[in-house]
């Protein structure tokens, strides 16, 4: 229960709602080259971190992938993809080191919202303030990609 309270996801949720999310959640051991989940794919699944080192990357060539993040700390999450419709995950996941993930299956999950939605407002608020903090973050690091091409392009 301390590791789902430490998920940005989840924070907020009462004991009792965290007790609740623990019913449907299961621990599952990753080994080293393990892909977790695949860019594209059907998104069923939300991992969060127990254990070990996950890679996130994206596909940017056929033969090519732009590392994005590790997730090395216990309570980090991937996944939440699995949240939003379309479904589909937006990241690949690869193992790197082994480790333990925490899985909930999203049925399991809509299950929990629809019997208790205040539950769902408050995963969906942590979820729409991470994402706005990561968009800003994205946009951070635009402009000095940017400054630094208008500064090559002046010279």
């Not at 939300?46 to 996950?54: C, M, P, Q, R, W």
């Not at 056929?62 to 949240?83: H, Q, V, Y």
């Not at 909930?104 to 942590?126: P, S, V």
Request: with cysteine; charged share 30%; proline share 3%.
């Amino acid at each position: 229960m301390q590791l789902l309270s430490s998920c940005y996801l989840f924070k907020g949720l009462s004991e009792f709602r965290l007790q609740r999310l623990t019913t449907i959640t299961k621990e599952t051991p990753i080994q080293k080259g393990q892909w977790i989940m695949l860019e594209g794919k059907k998104a069923e699944e939300l991992f969060i971190v127990k254990e070990g080192t996950v890679e996130l990357m994206t596909k940017v060539e056929d033969d090519f992938e732009l590392p994005i993040a590790m997730l090395r700390n216990p309570g980090e999450c991937t996944g939440t993809a699995s949240l939003v419709a379309p479904h589909e995950y937006s990241l690949s996941a690869r193992c790197e080191e082994d480790g333990t993930m925490l899985v909930i299956q999203q049925e399991d999950l809509k299950k929990l919202i629809q019997e208790d939605h205040k539950l769902g407002c408050i995963i969906m608020e942590n979820l729409a303030q991470h994402m706005l903090e990561r968009l800003k973050e994205t946009r951070d690091e635009l402009k000095i990609h940017f400054k630094t091409l208008l500064k090559s392009a002046h010279h």
